[in-house]
């Protein structure tokens, strides 16, 4: 029990090693690959100017700049990339450890960092580049808390350690928008793991709101905007009250996502996972798990301050990816839970610290019972994490993976449209389409891309209706509206083009004038 700490870094870099066989997978294309910025250092002023996606109001400085440290050292191969995920799980799998074992008796303590480092929902995270997001905001909140622990139990936090603090909130806002959310957990500590509160907490959160402060204006003097993502397209529209309602939804996937990972997939979201403002039986269960987890909560609040602590943790960390205060691009995501994840295995250890002194006095047959049974769901949780690896080899078999993983979940089919499109493989790509629209009418994107892969392919007599239905879906989309004029006017209907750019013209998108002048000059 004494290298607790190096067992649980080499159990997660042992699960993660498989992803240096990976090659720049879905995302990783975007961030990375098709991003000029970070193919060397040169570009680095350029990068902390700019956002994280090619177009959109993302933004992540520190990642980014990793990307260019790791493109220039390892000239572009997506190995050296790899190998410093690998590393960075190990850290964090390290911290987790010295975070629980500030907080439970040492053989829990071990327990639950193995169980955080072979838990296989974090595969996402490893598997992938952009996933260093995540472990580089996981990376300074765990060092962040763990430390705050540490230096609260010898008195009052130093004015240096105070400014340390700050400094690995800015660093995590800087890594990932899921940095916000340190000081919270720092004042979740404070409240509950805790044990003599001689810290003054304003000498502490001064710092930590300046922090906060800091992160946020750089994000406005280079973005504009406090605004995130576009928000995902089930989400558009809705107030933050029927965005509670719609969430419940996900609530039982996040639960059998952290306890009972059997099943993955890169992309989630209807008709499989049923997010509606309207309720039903997912939304139910929902709400009757969140009770459950506040219930426990406020049990646990005095009684188990530690165990408070976890589930306060949980609860912190999937606020700001709960699309209720504010929306983003995503319903859920496996590589979001990771943060979640740690609050999650520090429950599990108050639990299992609970059963130690039952299991000590058991009769031996009980114990080794006991014992092989753990050992067997921790092997079959590392096995799952290390084959689910090979999901993410290459884009060939993320995209076919990805089908069969999530035949019901119409974004699944979309994104493999689209790349399939990409790679000019146009009947894969129509069908895909075509499955994506079954599953999901009311994603104008859907519309688009399929109308735009019968365009291409001479097909714009059985484009034009499709293209027509985006359009009303999303009459402010202009590419849409653009490939439907284009088609139009291929199959000689200058009627239906000149009242889609004419109604652009209503709308306030002047740049379809050219096409009524271009119309004008045509006739007779």
Same mark, same amino acid.
């Given at each position: 029990?004494?290298?607790?700490?190096?067992?649980?870094?080499?159990?997660?870099?042992?699960?993660?090693?498989?992803?240096?066989?990976?090659?720049?997978?879905?995302?990783?294309?975007?961030?990375?690959?098709?991003?000029?910025?970070?193919?060397?250092?040169?570009? =680095?002023? /350029?990068?902390? $100017?700019?956002?994280?996606?090619?177009?959109?109001?993302?933004?992540?400085?520190?990642?980014?700049?990793?990307?260019?440290?790791?493109?220039?050292?390892?000239?572009?191969?997506?190995?050296? +990339?790899?190998?410093?995920?690998?590393?960075?799980?190990?850290?964090?799998?390290?911290?987790?450890?010295?975070?629980?074992?500030?907080?439970?008796?040492?053989?829990?303590?071990?327990?639950?960092?193995?169980? +955080?480092?072979?838990?296989?929902?974090?595969? /996402?995270?490893?598997?992938?580049?952009?996933?260093?997001?995540?472990?580089?905001?996981?990376?300074?909140?765990?060092?962040?808390?763990?430390?705050?622990?540490?230096?609260?139990?010898?008195?009052?936090?130093?004015?240096?350690?105070?400014?340390?603090?700050?400094?690995?909130?800015?660093?995590? *806002?800087?890594?990932?928008?899921?940095?916000?959310?340190?000081?919270?957990?720092?004042?979740?500590?404070?409240?509950?793991?805790?044990?003599?509160?001689? /810290?003054?907490?304003?000498?502490?959160?001064?710092?930590?709101?300046?922090?906060?402060?800091?992160?946020?204006?750089?994000?406005?003097?280079?973005?504009?905007?406090? #605004?995130?993502? =576009?928000?995902?397209?089930?989400?558009?529209?809705?107030?933050?009250?029927?965005?509670?309602?719609?969430?419940?939804?996900?609530?039982?996937?996040?639960?059998?996502?952290?306890?009972?990972?059997?099943?993955?997939?890169?992309?989630?979201?209807?008709?499989?996972?049923?997010?509606?403002?309207?309720?039903?039986?997912?939304? *139910?269960?929902?709400?009757?798990?969140? *009770?459950?987890? &506040?219930?426990?909560?406020?049990?646990?609040?005095?009684? $188990?301050?530690?165990?408070?602590?976890?589930?306060?943790?949980?609860?912190? #960390?999937?606020?700001?990816?709960?699309?209720?205060?504010?929306?983003?691009?995503? &319903?859920?995501?496996?590589?979001?839970?990771?943060?979640?994840?740690?609050?999650?295995?520090?429950?599990?250890?108050?639990?299992?610290?609970?059963?130690?002194?039952?299991?000590?006095?058991?009769?031996?047959?009980?114990?080794?019972?006991?014992?092989?049974?753990?050992?067997?769901?921790?092997?079959?949780?590392?096995?799952?994490?290390?084959?689910?690896?090979?999901?993410?080899?290459?884009?060939?078999?993320?995209?076919?993976?990805? $089908?069969?993983?999530?035949?019901?979940?119409?974004?699944?089919?979309?994104?493999?449209?689209?790349?399939?499109?990409?790679?000019?493989?146009?009947?894969?790509? /129509?069908?895909?389409?075509?499955?994506?629209?079954?599953?999901?009418?009311?994603?104008?994107?859907?519309?688009? $891309?399929?109308?735009?892969?019968?365009?291409?392919?001479?097909?714009?007599?059985?484009?034009?209706?499709?293209?027509?239905?985006?359009?009303?879906?999303?009459?402010?989309? %202009?590419?849409?509206?653009?490939?439907?004029?284009?088609?139009?006017?291929?199959?000689?209907?200058?009627?239906?083009?000149?009242?889609?750019? %004419?109604?652009?013209?209503?709308?306030?998108?002047?740049?379809?004038?050219?096409?009524?002048?271009? &119309?004008?000059?045509?006739?007779?």
């Amino acid at each position: 029990m004494k290298h607790g700490a190096p067992v649980a870094a080499a159990l997660a870099a042992a699960m993660a090693l498989p992803s240096l066989r990976n090659e720049f997978v879905y995302d990783d294309a975007l961030v990375v690959l098709q991003n000029p910025l970070v193919h060397g250092l040169a570009h =680095s002023r /350029e990068l902390w $100017q700019s956002s994280y996606w090619p177009a959109g109001l993302l933004y992540r400085p520190a990642t980014t700049q990793l990307f260019a440290l790791e493109w220039t050292l390892g000239g572009g191969s997506p190995v050296l +990339f790899h190998a410093v995920g690998i590393l960075l799980a190990a850290l964090t799998a390290l911290l987790v450890f010295r975070l629980c074992r500030r907080l439970l008796p040492e053989p829990a303590a071990v327990l639950a960092a193995v169980l +955080f480092a072979l838990h296989p929902v974090h595969v /996402e995270v490893v598997a992938g580049v952009v996933g260093q997001a995540e472990l580089l905001a996981a990376l300074c909140a765990l060092l962040a808390v763990e430390r705050f622990l540490a230096w609260s139990a010898e008195g009052e936090i130093a004015p240096g350690r105070r400014l340390l603090l700050a400094g690995l909130t800015l660093l995590g *806002i800087l890594a990932k928008e899921t940095g916000y959310v340190i000081p919270l957990l720092l004042a979740a500590a404070h409240l509950t793991a805790v044990r003599q509160r001689r /810290e003054r907490p304003g000498n502490v959160y001064i710092l930590q709101a300046a922090a906060v402060a800091a992160g946020l204006l750089l994000r406005i003097m280079v973005l504009g905007s406090f #605004a995130g993502e =576009s928000p995902a397209t089930m989400l558009r529209g809705l107030n933050v009250g029927s965005r509670a309602v719609a969430m419940l939804a996900v609530v039982p996937e996040w639960v059998r996502l952290l306890l009972w990972p059997a099943h993955l997939q890169a992309e989630y979201g209807p008709p499989a996972l049923p997010v509606s403002s309207l309720p039903g039986a997912a939304h *139910i269960a929902g709400l009757a798990l969140l *009770i459950a987890l &506040l219930l426990l909560l406020l049990r646990s609040w005095r009684r $188990q301050p530690v165990l408070a602590f976890g589930l306060l943790w949980m609860l912190l #960390a999937l606020a700001p990816v709960s699309n209720v205060l504010a929306p983003t691009g995503i &319903l859920l995501a496996e590589r979001v839970l990771f943060l979640p994840s740690v609050g999650l295995v520090i429950a599990l250890g108050v639990g299992i610290a609970a059963l130690l002194p039952a299991w000590r006095t058991a009769p031996p047959a009980a114990r080794l019972a006991t014992v092989g049974t753990g050992l067997a769901l921790l092997a079959l949780a590392g096995w799952k994490a290390v084959i689910r690896q090979a999901a993410w080899r290459s884009q060939d078999a993320f995209f076919a993976q990805l $089908q069969q993983d999530a035949p019901r979940t119409y974004r699944a089919q979309f994104v493999a449209s689209r790349y399939y499109y990409g790679e000019q493989r146009f009947a894969e790509a /129509e069908l895909a389409a075509r499955r994506a629209l079954a599953l999901y009418p009311l994603d104008p994107q859907v519309h688009e $891309q399929l109308g735009q892969v019968l365009r291409v392919q001479g097909r714009c007599a059985e484009a034009l209706p499709i293209l027509s239905e985006g359009v009303r879906l999303s009459p402010e989309g %202009t590419t849409v509206r653009s490939r439907l004029i284009e088609c139009a006017l291929a199959v000689g209907d200058t009627a239906r083009a000149r009242a889609a750019a %004419t109604e652009a013209v209503r709308l306030g998108q002047p740049e379809f004038q050219h096409t009524l002048d271009r &119309l004008d000059r045509r006739r007779p």
